[in-house]
């Protein structure tokens, strides 16, 4: 019996931190309020001549290091952003090029918003498994302040930039790894969370720019309801496929959005809090990254310890969400 395991993660931050009181210099907003309905204090800002690819680089550098592999061992590689280095070619060409993966590698970008990690992580432990590639580098990377409208109070205190990454390979022990995954989306909701111009639907135009269609849209209130209940749907289900109880999981590490998000899914699951990690009140909503980034942090900071149960869940735009057990 052979398993898929993540053999190295890593993660970058861009080093300019925007706070809740430099943003109350420029939106009608105020710290209390941000903190208070949000749990962010902070959230990190990639400088102009930093892209998506060059977050998705670094994240993926310290990946590679973790797993002591190097870029000429990879033949997947797989993207997962919303913010895009260019609509064309994918960000995943990119960062094969500069990262020195070689061109026999199949490299792709996939588009499933907050959920695009988990999206990633099931495509690469699928194809792992049946031995189609060897070894997979995913990374979930986002430079969500090209694309947030700065004058839009509702949404501008929320996003962040960072990257994330981890290497996947696959080993001959049983039941180690990625044990399952639950992943789902619900096109009904898709304009709850969007960016209405750019695409094929409404091509850039001048008026597209006039009206600031280039910018995330959101309805806040229906998007926490949905968040709430998906959640907590497919990280229950995804418990009661394994026979697993929530105090068998050793951490949780759900999509890093809102404070009150993950204190009603860990209230719902019977889960104290301490066992869930929260760090997003340093790096607001990343997007695709968030998991990735909470994960190499709790890693590194000794979390996560050989043989416990990691439990992560995610949702995202979409309306896109899943779940995804690994034992380390
Ligand atoms: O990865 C997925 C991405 N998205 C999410 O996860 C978002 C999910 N939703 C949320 O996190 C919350 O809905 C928000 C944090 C976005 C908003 O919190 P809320 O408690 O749902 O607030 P609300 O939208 O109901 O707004 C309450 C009030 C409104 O004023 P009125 O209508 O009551 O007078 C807003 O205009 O707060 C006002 N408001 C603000 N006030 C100060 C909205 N944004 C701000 C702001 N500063 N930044």
Not at 76 to 99: E, F, M, N, R, Y
Not at 286 to 313: F, H, M, N, W, Y
Request: proline share 4%; net charge neutral; with cysteine.
């Amino acid at each position: 019996m052979a398993s898929v395991i993540i053999a190295g993660v890593g993660s970058y931050a861009p080093a300019r931190v925007l706070t809740n009181r430099e943003l109350a210099m420029t939106v009608d907003t105020s710290d209390e309020w941000i903190f208070s309905r949000s749990g962010i204090r902070e959230r990190r800002i990639a400088a102009d001549d930093e892209a998506c690819s060059d977050l998705a680089l670094k994240a993926a550098t310290t990946a590679l290091a973790d797993a002591k592999m190097s870029a000429a061992e990879i033949d997947l590689l797989i993207v997962a952003t919303t913010s895009p280095d260019q609509p064309l070619p994918s960000t995943a060409c990119i960062v094969q090029h500069k990262l020195g993966v070689p061109a026999h590698a199949t490299c792709f970008d996939i588009a499933a918003a907050c959920s695009g990690f988990l999206y990633a992580l099931e495509i690469a432990y699928g194809q792992l498994l049946t031995n189609r590639y060897k070894r997979a580098l995913i990374i979930g990377a986002e430079k969500l302040s090209s694309v947030t409208d700065w004058n839009d109070r509702t949404t501008c205190v929320l996003f962040g930039d960072a990257a994330g990454a981890a290497v996947l390979t696959k080993v001959a022990q049983p039941d180690i790894g990625i044990l399952g995954s639950d992943l789902g989306a619900d096109g009904k909701f898709a304009d709850n969370l969007y960016i209405p111009a750019g695409g094929s639907r409404r091509p850039t135009s001048t008026k597209s720019v006039a009206e600031r269609g280039h910018f995330i849209r959101m309805n806040g209130r229906e998007v926490f309801k949905s968040a709430v209940r998906v959640m907590e749907t497919v990280a229950r289900e995804m418990m009661e496929q394994h026979h697993l109880t929530p105090d068998q999981i050793s951490l949780m590490i759900p999509h890093q959005a809102n404070i009150r998000i993950i204190e009603s899914l860990a209230s719902s699951l019977n889960m104290p809090m301490e066992k869930v990690y929260v760090n997003l009140d340093r790096y607001g909503n990343t997007s695709s990254a968030s998991i990735p980034l909470a994960l190499d942090e709790a890693r590194r900071s000794g979390r996560i310890k050989p043989g416990d149960l990691t439990l992560l869940v995610a949702f995202g735009a979409g309306l896109t969400y899943g779940a995804t057990l690994i034992r380390w």
